[in-house]
C-alpha cells in the first residue's frame, strides 16, 4: 500500500533558527496537504499542494511540492515558539469505496526559548 | 460555518468495558467522516471513514465498529475495550462533493483503560 515517510521525526531548534520537514512517498501524489497539531490540541489544516514544483508561502513557512510529486517540504524561517507541536502531512487516497487520506508519522518541532 | 463536535473529552474505561464516543458536525450536509486513533507521541491512524448513512469503511480489523445512522453523526463503540484500545481519539469530516477536500478534526476523545 501507498506509504508516506517524514524526515526527521524530532527536531529541537534554538528560537530564530530555521526548521525543515521533509515528506516522500512511495507513490505519485495528487495532491498533499500539511498540517500542524499543537502540544494536546487536534491536527488542523495548513495548506494543500497540488501542481508539480509548486510553492506556497504562509507567513514564515513556505511549503514546496516536488517536481515529480513523491515529495514536499515545509519550511519555517526564524522558528518562534509558537510554532511548536507536530507536523504531518497527508495524501488523499481513492480506492473503490471513497476518499481517505493517509498520514505521515509527523515531526515534531520543539523551540528552545 | 461549519463545525464538529466530539465528546467526551476525556474518558477513563476499565478493561472489558463498552465504548460509545459520538461525532456530530454542523453546517454542512454529506460529509465524509473519520475515525482517527493517535497514540501517545504517534501518528494518525485512520480506523474507520465514511461517504454517506450506513456507509462505513473499516481500515484497520479490530474490536472497534463505527455507524453513521444520521448524516452529521458519525459513532465509534466497541463491546468490550481492550488495554490497547488506549489512545487519543479523532473525529474529523471534509466536503464530500469534491475531491481532495482538507480535513477538519474535532477536539478528540483521550480514552484511558485502566
Known amino acids: 500500500g501507498q506509504q508516506v515517510m517524514q524526515i526527521p521525526q524530532y527536531q529541537h531548534v534554538q528560537e530564530g533558527e530555521d526548521f525543515t520537514t521533509y515528506c516522500n512517498s512511495s507513490t505519485t501524489l495528487s495532491n498533499i496537504q500539511w498540517y500542524k497539531q499543537r502540544p494536546g490540541g487536534h491536527p488542523v489544516f495548513l495548506i494543500q499542494l497540488v501542481k508539480s514544483g509548486e510553492v506556497k508561502k504562509q507567513k514564515r513557512l513556505t511549503f514546496q511540492f516536488g517536481e515529480a510529486k513523491k515529495n514536499s517540504s515545509l519550511h519555517i524561517t526564524a522558528t518562534q515558539t509558537t510554532d511548536v507541536g507536530t507536523y504531518f502531512c497527508a495524501v488523499n487516497r481513492r480506492d473503490n469505496y471513497g476518499q481517505n487520506f493517509v498520514f505521515g508519522p509527523g515531526t515534531r518541532l520543539s523551540v528552545l526559548p | 460555518s461549519q463545525t464538529i463536535h466530539q465528546w467526551p473529552a476525556t474518558l477513563v474505561q476499565p478493561v472489558g468495558s463498552p465504548l460509545s464516543l459520538e461525532c456530530t458536525v454542523e453546517g454542512t450536509s454529506n460529509p465524509n467522516l473519520y475515525w482517527y486513533r493517535q497514540a501517545a507521541g504517534r501518528g494518525l491512524q485512520l480506523l474507520f471513514y465514511?461517504?454517506?448513512?450506513?456507509?462505513i469503511s473499516s481500515e484497520v480489523p479490530q474490536n472497534l465498529s463505527a455507524s453513521r445512522p444520521q448524516d452529521r453523526q458519525f459513532i465509534l463503540s466497541s463491546k468490550k475495550l481492550l488495554l490497547s484500545d488506549s489512545g487519543f481519539y479523532l473525529c474529523?469530516?471534509?466536503?464530500?462533493?469534491?475531491?481532495?477536500?482538507?480535513?477538519?478534526f474535532g477536539d478528540g476523545t483521550r480514552l484511558s483503560i485502566l
Open positions: 465514511s461517504v454517506g448513512i450506513g456507509q
Open positions: 474529523a469530516w471534509s466536503d464530500g462533493r469534491t475531491a481532495n477536500q482538507p480535513q477538519h
